[in-house]
């Protein structure tokens, strides 16, 4: 069995072609740290670790120091197989980006071993397939791997995928203007940026409805708003006929007491994002009764492996489910595309990040035809090496 032999990073920064605004933050740029996996044959697996201080705290230098230092340190010497998936995690405490990053690159290297695409390899891990160990059993939360089956027990393997498009915060027309260009660029479903302004809020979503009649709509306050002001820009919104998929993450990240009352006290269904970081995170929002659905981000989580756990908890309690990123690149993009893909998640996904870039800064890799994801047909993520 090859091991790994070195873990290897680099910084990437990536100019956005439009600033990207919400209610916690404003970049022109997306940031993030690149982790190579090698292992005794000279196979490498590729991976990402987005900086996003408003949301995970964590830093480029952090990630790349947890990468470099203990993270590389557990990996180097170990097989290179899905067995030291749980060393990640076991590695350090905290620095879920880093995680991500390693987790990532060890699933691309197993992939490109076999010679598989992401998707296939991670078809063989998906919840129908997969024996979960209780939470008190050793290596808890790791999946054991039945025999591969063919994708979707013969279907043919997806070739792109869905995303939703964000509109960044804004006035009612530039909101407007933005939703009615991106209409036109394809996108059926608009996620619209609020929780900066609550008095101002049902406005900036009645102008974009007006702009797209057509597109569904999707609100995202950031934790953004208190209750009362979630519950009355909301029930101001139903009072108009607003239809809206899904509100996410309302009020503050640990008040789920607030978050609960706003679920009852509103027509809409309430997603969960900054919420639910870990399994935790997701039994505490369940028995709150605090979400309707819940927005899974490999950032947040550390990566595919624990994804992969959200997504079939959440599935078994009757939540449902929407994989998302950061302002990450197509790398990153590439990964949480291929577990819905996969997972076989229905509807338009929260994976946008890649859109924004001026160019990805990679060859290979996954790339943007309007709404849709399209996956390289290549082994693994398809990512040979670093354009910028």
Not at 9 to 16: A, S
Not at 188 to 211: N, P, Q
Not at 283 to 302: H, M, P, Y
Request: hydrophobic fraction near 45%; include cysteine; charged fraction near 20%.
């Amino acid at each position: 069995m090859p091991r790994i032999v070195a873990v290897r990073t680099q910084r990437v920064r990536v100019p956005l072609h439009t600033p990207f605004v919400t209610a916690l933050r404003r970049t022109d740029f997306a940031e993030t740290v690149v982790v190579t996996v090698e292992d005794s044959d000279g196979c490498v697996g590729w991976g990402e670790a987005p900086q996003v201080w408003k949301v995970t705290g964590e830093s480029l230098a952090g990630s790349a120091a947890a990468l470099e230092g203990p993270i590389s340190d557990m990996l180097v010497g170990a097989a290179a197989d899905l067995s030291s998936a749980g060393l990640i995690q076991g590695a350090v405490v905290g620095n879920r980006s880093a995680k991500m990053a390693a987790d990532i690159a060890l699933h691309d290297l197993v992939a490109r071993r076999v010679g598989v695409s992401m998707v296939e390899h991670l078809d063989v891990l998906v919840p129908t397939r997969t024996r979960w160990r209780s939470p008190g059993s050793t290596n808890a939360g790791h999946p054991v791997v039945e025999p591969p089956e063919p994708l979707g027990g013969g279907v043919s393997k997806p070739t792109q995928l869905l995303t939703d498009m964000t509109l960044s915060v804004g006035t009612p027309a530039e909101l407007a203007e933005a939703a009615a260009a991106r209409a036109r660029d394809g996108f059926t479903t608009l996620k619209i940026k609020v929780g900066t302004d609550a008095t101002g809020d049902a406005e900036r979503v009645l102008a974009v409805r007006e702009a797209v009649p057509g597109c569904v709509l999707r609100l995202d306050a950031n934790t953004g708003w208190r209750a009362d002001e979630a519950v009355a820009v909301l029930s101001k919104l139903a009072d108009q006929d607003v239809e809206l998929e899904f509100v996410e993450q309302p009020v503050a990240r640990r008040d789920l007491e607030a978050m609960a009352y706003v679920r009852r006290h509103q027509p809409y269904k309430i997603l969960a994002d900054e919420s639910v970081f870990d399994l935790e995170d997701l039994v505490d929002v369940i028995r709150a009764g605090a979400a309707d659905a819940i927005n899974v981000k490999l950032a947040k989580c550390g990566g595919i492996t624990p994804a992969i756990e959200l997504l079939e908890v959440a599935k078994q309690h009757g939540l449902d489910r929407l994989v998302g990123c950061m302002m990450e690149s197509h790398l990153g993009i590439g990964a949480a595309a291929a577990l819905v893909a996969a997972a076989g998640i229905p509807g338009a996904q929260d994976l946008d990040a890649g859109w924004w870039a001026k160019t990805s800064p990679y060859a290979g890799g996954v790339t943007y035809d309007g709404p849709r994801i399209v996956f390289p047909q290549a082994n693994g993520l398809g990512i040979e090496g670093v354009l910028t």
